[in-house]
């Protein structure tokens, strides 16, 4: 794990779909590097031909990304980047990714948003076969690093495991460290990671603009008897975290393919 210290502004996306693809695809080349800090953007004319669009949908654009602080515009000089320092960054080895999520609850810090019980979304219900109607405690947590969020994190929780441990200590501690106190013994998880873009809650938040990309990832933990003890959904910045996988070329003949390389001393720690 990296870190070093950086800073974003929120805001929203700018007006039109147009406008708005012309931001992420600019976001985007920053991100991976295509316009670097410190580059000069190519001029509105020459950007409307390249992304076909006029030169007031790539003003428009180039305004959001100016009130970001994510470039600088000067007259005579162009549209210069301006990353404003490295922010912080994650990554985690996908095939042991779950050990590596719960080791960031110890080399990061956590903030309670809310904390309630209730009855949970149908599809948590469905995902840790519970009654529809079963109690269970919803928390919401934003993780950061050094100070500046890269996650948004929803626990979903039965009720009769919840009860064994307070709103304070859920602030302080990793969740996976509660779970085991209260004697549950985790066996299994299934979990997926997809794309999604960020609401405007969700945004504020991370300082995000609405709309912007996210890394999301969804886990259900089980016991021994394969009831779901935990329902996490989990929303991560991709300029901070990342996934990484190494590959290795096995087996012979026809039946050569690619697996997976499981890293031996990786962190052994939870969300």
């Not at 096995?250 to 052994?268: K, Q």
Request: glycine fraction near 8%.
């Amino acid at each position: 794990m990296t870190v070093k210290a950086g800073d974003q502004s929120s805001s929203t996306l700018p007006e039109g779909g147009k406008a708005r693809r012309v931001y992420l695809q600019l976001l985007d080349g920053m991100t991976r590097g295509t316009y670097p800090d410190g580059a000069v953007l190519p001029g509105e004319q020459k950007l409307a031909a390249l992304l076909d669009v006029s030169r007031v949908t790539v003003r428009r654009a180039l305004d959001v990304l100016e009130a970001e602080g994510r470039v600088k515009r000067r007259a005579g000089a162009g549209t210069t980047v301006c990353a404003g320092g490295a922010r912080p960054s994650m990554a985690a080895d996908f095939t042991t990714l779950m050990p590596q999520v719960v080791q960031m609850g110890y080399e990061t810090t956590a903030r309670l948003l809310s904390f309630s019980y209730g009855v949970p979304p149908a599809v948590v219900a469905a995902a840790m076969r519970i009654a529809p109607q079963a109690n269970v405690q919803t928390a919401v947590r934003l993780r950061l690093v050094e100070e500046q969020p890269f996650s948004h994190l929803t626990t979903y929780v039965p009720e009769a495991i919840a009860q064994n441990y307070t709103e304070a200590e859920l602030a302080t501690t990793p969740l996976f460290r509660l779970l085991e106190r209260s004697g549950v013994k985790v066996e299994t998880a299934d979990q997926s990671v997809s794309a999604t873009l960020a609401s405007p809650e969700v945004a504020g938040h991370l300082g995000l603009s609405v709309g912007a990309p996210l890394l999301s990832l969804n886990r259900v933990v089980r016991d021994g008897q394969g009831r779901g003890v935990e329902y996490l959904a989990a929303l991560y910045r991709p300029d901070m975290f990342r996934l990484e996988m190494s590959l290795s070329r096995v087996g012979a003949g026809d039946a050569r393919h690619w697996a997976p390389v499981v890293h031996a001393g990786r962190a052994e720690a939870a969300e």
